[in-house]
């Protein structure tokens, strides 16, 4: 009979790889093999995930961002890469949003209460704001004559 160990703290095992791997800096890439070694888990089981996701965490509160390259590790992400990377993210909550919206616009409204019209309401408006704010052409930013130069 195998024993298997729950809610067993990932913090040693963070706390581990970033030993391993000391200050990470834009381009350094952290191999699945050094992480396996650190955490003492293969790479395809689920505490190689759940230690390397509480790493991720620990490294976004940190303003650090990590990318995976496929059969390869991580890749910490330089200034272009990182806006990359907001891009994609804004990408799926507005695609997030689009679903949500359609969702209660096709929900029988007589059905509804007083709370959830007004929800609804909000949905639109909010949607509505960010289309229009994709389709409006931005202000021209003023800069300081330091940036200037």
């Not at 991720?56 to 990377?85: C, H, M, P, T, Y």
């Not at 408006?125 to 200037?148: M, Q």
């Amino acid at each position: 009979m195998a024993f298997i160990a729950k809610n067993v703290p990932t913090s040693p095992a963070v706390e581990k790889i970033r030993e391993c791997h000391g200050e990470l800096k834009p381009g350094d890439i952290i191999e699945y093999s050094t992480i396996e070694k650190c955490v003492y888990s293969l790479r395809n089981t689920n505490r190689f995930r759940t230690c390397v996701s509480a790493w991720k965490k620990s490294l976004f509160r940190e303003n650090i961002i990590v990318e995976a390259v496929q059969n390869v590790g991580f890749k910490v992400l330089d200034s272009n890469k990182r806006i990359d990377f907001a891009s994609k993210k804004e990408d799926k909550g507005i695609r997030s949003i689009r679903t949500a919206v359609y969702v209660a616009n096709g929900t029988e409204k007589k059905d509804l209460c007083p709370d959830k019209k007004r929800y609804v309401e909000h949905l639109n408006r909010n949607y509505a704001t960010i289309l229009l704010s994709d389709n409006v052409k931005p202000k021209g930013l003023e800069f300081f004559e330091e940036d200037k130069k």
